[in-house]
């Protein structure tokens, strides 16, 4: 099928000005915005295509499948790299009502890697995918000097059925946003891995050992509360917070949804340890990498019912920590119940103490 592409006018810049360097971390939402608009494609196989909020594309080969498609990097850590990347992989997948089944995998690896390196890498990814039931279907390899650190981005591809799919667009004021797991454990299992030995000096090795197994226990996949919610309830958005903590979710949530978001903070679960280390390094949890904790929105009944099941079935905390509503503000409530406005990250806050 032959695809229509949107003619867009381009802008010009007069003169040659040399521009500032855009931060580390994700693109300012209103860049990405115009940079999708000119890529605009009109073609009914597209069910959900790239926008502003979006983590995977949602394609129709056939009147009753979809394809699920997303890409996600592993930048952070070298460390156990095969669970981590096919996590956030998974995670963007389950949201929409998929099942991951395929991953290509591109791997960068520094100068000065070794034979033991790569094999190590690689079982690290099979036995992830193992684990997971997903089949490493291709990708590409290379050893160069344009990066420092191991990096892993994977393109993971899973199916869903049209009448599984999870749609935003059902989304309405009044449906309440229920927060499943805990905030910020990839964040805070991070910290305690890279600035191991000042987390260790401050708190003591147990606290440090502790703080970093939240990266496998509880984890950061949210496939089983993910797909409960899509099996069984009427969740009508998924969304899991990552880069930029709970603070760019809600905001994200707000534009797939087309509603404005009113949030409670003092119903955002938030662990010790985390909020020891980020007061520790000086930084707001709630812009901290995030993921291992889920969104849904649901109608108020249906996240009762959710809450009651996720933690009978899969023993996971969740907590209703607030609502869409008609406007297009995105506000939270601190212990005085005024509202303020949810504050932008242009970066995440583990960036900050990384680059420290």
């Known amino acids: 099928m032959k695809k229509r592409y949107r003619k867009k006018p381009r802008s010009r810049t007069p003169g040659k000005a040399k521009r500032a360097p855009l931060p580390l971390g994700k693109l300012p939402a209103d860049l990405l915005e115009r940079c999708l608009a000119e890529a605009a494609v009109d073609d009914p196989s597209i069910i959900q295509g790239p926008h502003v909020g979006a983590d995977a594309a949602v394609l129709a080969p056939t009147q009753q499948d979809m394809l699920v498609i997303t890409s996600d990097p592993i930048t952070f850590t070298d460390e156990k790299i095969g669970p981590h990347l096919l996590a956030v992989n998974i995670n963007d997948i389950v949201t929409t009502g998929g099942f991951p089944r395929w991953l290509v995998l591109t791997l960068l690896l520094p100068e000065e890697t070794t034979e033991e390196d790569v094999i190590s890498i690689f079982q690290s990814v099979v036995e992830a995918c193992r ?182 079935h899969l023993r996971i905390s969740s907590s209703v920590i607030g609502r869409l509503t008609e406007d297009s503000q995105c506000v939270w409530r601190r212990g005085d119940g005024q509202p303020g406005p949810i504050p932008i990250f242009p970066r995440d806050e583990i960036v900050r103490v990384l680059e420290a």
């Open 131 to 312: 684990r997971y039931d997903i089949l490493l279907v291709g990708g590409h390899t290379e050893i160069t000097d344009a990066v420092k650190r191991t990096v892993a981005a994977g393109t993971l591809v899973g199916l869903s059925r049209k009448d599984r799919r999870v749609d935003p667009g059902r989304a309405q004021p009044g449906d309440d946003i229920l927060l499943i797991g805990p905030l910020a454990i990839e964040g805070t299992a991070l910290l305690a891995r890279e600035r191991k030995e000042e987390v260790i000096e401050v708190f003591g090795k147990e606290f440090q050992s502790r703080a970093e197994a939240l990266l496998n226990n509880p984890g950061i996949c949210i496939s089983e509360p993910a797909l409960l919610a899509v099996g069984r309830y009427l969740a009508h958005a998924l969304h899991d917070p990552t880069e930029g903590g709970l603070a760019t979710a809600l905001r994200e949530l707000s534009a797939i949804t087309s509603c404005g978001i009113d949030v409670q903070l003092d119903k955002v679960e938030i662990l010790p340890e985390t909020l020891m280390l980020c007061e520790h390094f000086a930084i707001d949890p709630l812009g901290l990498l995030a993921s291992g904790s889920l969104l849904a929105v649901l109608p108020p009944d249906e996240a009762k019912r959710l809450s009651r099941a996720l933690n009978e």
